[in-house]
């Protein structure tokens, strides 16, 4: 597995800002790029705070924000 772009989890959260203009440091989570960047702004995802959450960090998922596995198709980093 690529640990560099596997998922981050998160768990307790009611609710996430999900970035959609791709440019956050901290993507999937909006940092508020999109302000300087010219993107949209975040999506806000409603979570059930008693599940656990996997969140795509290889922007390959095609279920973002949520991992589908993508990241253990990429070629590990060097």
Do not use: V
């Not at 772009?5 to 901290?26: D, E, F, N, R, V």
């Amino acid at each position: 597995m690529n640990e560099a772009s596997g998922p981050t989890k998160l768990k307790g959260a009611k609710q996430i800002a999900y970035c959609t203009c791709m440019q956050s440091a901290h993507w999937p989570h909006c940092d508020a790029t999109h302000h300087t960047a010219g993107g949209s702004g975040p999506k806000i995802i409603e979570l059930d705070k008693d599940k656990t959450y996997l969140l795509c960090r290889c922007f390959k998922s095609k279920n973002k924000p949520f991992c589908d596995g993508s990241h253990l198709n990429t070629k590990p980093d060097r």
